[in-house]
């Protein structure tokens, strides 16, 4: 049955996606690097999915592609399909080519926001963040901006 759900999976990400709106596009390209932590140590965590939950109602272009719930759902479990097996770089290019530069600094601060989320931000997650980061184009410097105003938040 594993190895069933693996070649699915497989297939999933390998199949053309549907055209998606500019809107559901942007928010796919925002939500990239946050399931690429999430799914670091290997599936999505309650606390990540929940985390999902609260940026989604604090973006006003995520709850705007909300509206339609099962839309925000597709566009998250595709993405975890495809973080499996695609190449990094791949997907990484669609945040470069449908983010500005402060969008995809907002785009790593969500992954952030995943990888705190079970309270325990863990060498793979560390790693998976911080080249994540890079490929955006995101400092180290304004990673380390982040960290510093999650660690003042009140939780």
Do not use: H, W
Not at 75 to 101: K, R
Not at 105 to 115: D, P
Not at 143 to 149: G, R, S, T, Y
């Amino acid at each position: 049955m594993v190895q069933f759900l693996q070649v699915r999976a497989q297939v999933k990400a390998l199949a053309p996606r549907p055209a998606l709106s500019e809107g559901a596009a942007r928010a796919r390209a925002l939500l990239i690097p946050s399931v690429f932590v999430a799914m670091a140590n290997g599936e999505l965590q309650p606390a990540e999915a929940k985390e999902f939950v609260a940026i989604i109602a604090d973006d006003s272009l995520l709850k705007a592609v909300a509206a339609e719930e099962t839309d925000i759902i597709n566009l998250i479990e595709a993405l975890q399909d495809q973080v499996c097996y695609a190449d990094p770089e791949d997907l990484i290019s669609e945040v470069i080519d449908f983010l500005n530069a402060e969008e995809r600094v907002k785009s790593i601060s969500y992954a952030l926001r995943i990888a705190n989320a079970d309270g325990d931000f863990d060498a793979e997650e560390q790693g998976t963040l911080l080249g994540l980061a890079k490929m955006c184009g995101v400092s180290p410097a304004q990673i380390n901006k982040m960290l510093q105003a999650r660690s003042g938040a009140v939780q």
